[in-house]
């Protein structure tokens, strides 16, 4: 797996740019807005997913990490693909993709080029309880990182809480727990299990 990339530019286009790393060229997939961003002879870091077909290996790529961990969210959902998936976060931010998600409002993604009706409820009820709720303010609790608090999540949905219920704990931890906190998953497991207690996993659903 390729999970980042560091060196200088050689070309940037619309919605690709290809690095020079160790005299290696590496032609990856960019949102506009990065893409825009980079000049040539220039060095760029970028956070990558590596995604392998029959036919290809294609990189992805995106200058924050908590962009790639969503970028591979949503290639879990029905119908989304890495173009689509790309779309999507060309398009919308991780703030307002988790809000949107949130408000269980399919609009935001219905804009996006390339996503229709269906995909878009899709995105919206498959990426339910896996990222961070938003606080009130519109922007995700605390900034908790989103590969984080998605695995937090899916850890407490898998010892039998909801996904509502876990997603609303960890944005209540994630409200007061320091930066330190926020980037370890095994300090953020602890601290959203003490917060919902002592009670038995089969309480928490519904």
């Not at 922007?139 to 407490?156: D, F, K, Y």
């Not at 809480?161 to 906190?181: F, H, K, M, Q």
């Not at 926020?182 to 300090?187: D, E, G, K, R, S």
Request: charge should be negative; aromatic fraction near 2%; proline fraction near 6%.
């Amino acid at each position: 797996m390729i999970s980042s990339l560091q060196g200088t530019v050689l070309h940037a286009g619309a919605d690709v740019v290809e690095v020079d790393v160790g005299g290696m060229g590496f032609t990856v997939a960019v949102p506009p807005d990065v893409a825009r961003s980079a000049h040539v002879g220039e060095r760029i870091r970028l956070h990558t997913s590596l995604i392998v077909r029959e036919d290809a290996l294609s990189l992805y790529g995106f200058a924050q990490r908590a962009e790639c961990a969503l970028f591979g969210i949503l290639l879990g959902v029905t119908g989304v693909g890495p173009k689509s998936a790309l779309g999507v976060l060309s398009a919308l931010d991780v703030d307002e993709i988790a809000q949107a998600v949130a408000d269980d409002d399919d609009a935001p993604f219905r804009r996006v080029s390339g996503i229709g009706p269906k995909t878009a409820k899709l995105i919206v009820v498959q990426l339910a309880g896996k990222l961070a709720p938003p606080a009130p303010g519109g922007s995700p609790a605390a900034g908790a990182p989103q590969a984080v608090s998605a695995r937090v999540v899916a850890a407490l949905v898998g010892l039998g809480w909801s996904d509502r219920i876990a997603a609303d704990a960890v944005a209540r931890v994630a409200a007061e727990a320091s930066a330190a906190e926020l980037a370890q998953v095994p300090t953020m497991l602890r601290l959203t299990l003490a917060q919902l207690g002592p009670a038995r996993a089969e309480a928490g659903r519904g």
